[in-house]
């Protein structure tokens, strides 16, 4: 008993110093880059970005450095199926999810691509005949190759709509789009850079850093020990409570979107996490130490690929064109208890 409780204060203890460690990060280093004039889209983009996934990308790697392998794969695996069933669905609960044409045209079908070729990148066994399913390293580079053209694609439309815009003559709507976009990062720029000294940015992302590594090994270690506890495996803990542990900021900022009704920003966020969950953490992970799939199996990249392609196929095919309504949104969220059950009672 003793030893369950130690273990649970550590993963929680470790998941708070983690997020808070990611909010110090992401503010400190946007005050840099504030004070050289680095633009808000590329902020947004690229720092702000890490921040949300920051969670994950610490535990991952931090697991694979230790052989934790399991802890590494499950964490992403789990992660991006909470976001869409979990997230995506309370989501939708609180405000009908208005999807956007470069949503559905790009960005969803390349989050289904990204769990696409990472089932084949983990299935050695079943496509290649390999002795052992594992992602090595080779296979972590190619990851990240995907990620710098994912990168630079969003870079570009993110780019060309900002000019656009520019040019577009204001009509009412484009006008009130206009205002709440310059609220936002109004906003943004008030709460994360406003007249910060140099100094106090460096302290910030100093002690971010700090606060993400001990916090990092707290919630691994307490995570482990929480499976070792129960006698269950660390695949079951990664998928379950890891995952939907460290996407705590999607969650956060996605009910932020849902309740201003801003709900292009929470899509955004929950299809941008999952492929840079994939693409950059897993290519980072794999390209440390390469990860075996222990107790993950072939069903689990199953349902992560159809957490994915219901997405479309809510948006796509739907009551409503375009929107994931409420009840879709409960349906997406029962998926997730139903994949819980699953795990909790049939992996082990």
């Avoid at 992401?26 to 949300?52: E, H, Q, Y």
């Avoid at 899509?267 to 993950?296: A, E, K, R």
Wanted: charged fraction near 15%.
């Amino acid at each position: 008993m003793t030893d369950l409780l130690l273990s649970i204060l550590l993963f929680a203890g470790g998941l708070a110093i983690i997020l808070k460690g990611a909010d110090w990060l992401t503010d400190g280093a946007s005050a840099v880059a504030k004070r050289f004039n680095v633009s808000t889209l590329v902020i947004g983009l690229t720092i702000v970005a890490f921040g949300t996934s920051a969670p994950e990308m610490i535990i991952s790697v931090l697991s694979a450095l230790s052989g934790r392998t399991e802890m590494a794969l499950g964490n992403v695996v789990g992660s991006n199926i909470f976001n869409v069933f979990a997230i995506m669905g309370i989501t939708a609960i609180i405000a009908p999810v208005k999807v956007s044409k470069n949503n559905l045209r790009y960005d969803i079908p390349l989050c289904i691509l990204a769990s696409v070729i990472v089932f084949a990148m983990a299935n050695d066994f079943l496509l290649d005949n390999g002795k052992t399913n594992c992602i090595d390293r080779s296979e972590g580079i190619v990851l990240l190759a995907f990620f710098a053209i994912f990168m630079a694609y969003t870079f570009a439309i993110a780019k060309n709509k900002q000019t656009l815009e520019n040019h577009v003559k204001d009509t009412s709507i484009q006008k009130r789009e206009k205002i709440q976009s310059e609220e936002i990062q109004q906003e943004t720029a008030e709460t994360t850079a406003k007249d910060m000294p140099m100094w106090k940015s460096i302290i910030l992302i100093v002690i971010g850093l700090a606060g993400l590594i001990l916090g990092g090994n707290w919630f691994v270690d307490g995570a482990s020990g929480i499976a070792t506890v129960l006698g269950v495996s660390q695949s079951v803990i990664a998928l379950t409570i890891v995952g939907a542990g460290t996407s705590a900021p999607e969650l956060v900022t996605s009910i932020v979107a849902a309740r201003k009704k801003d709900t292009d920003m929470a899509m955004g966020n929950i299809v941008g996490s999952n492929i840079f969950n994939i693409f950059f953490i897993l290519g980072v992970s794999s390209t440390v130490y390469p990860l075996s799939l222990g107790n993950i199996t072939t069903f689990d990249f199953i349902v992560l690929f159809f957490s994915s392609i219901s997405l479309w196929l809510c948006c796509k095919f739907g009551k409503t064109y375009h929107t994931i309504t409420r009840t879709e949104g409960v349906l997406l969220t029962l998926c997730m208890v139903g994949y819980y059950i699953y795990v909790i009672n049939f992996m082990n």
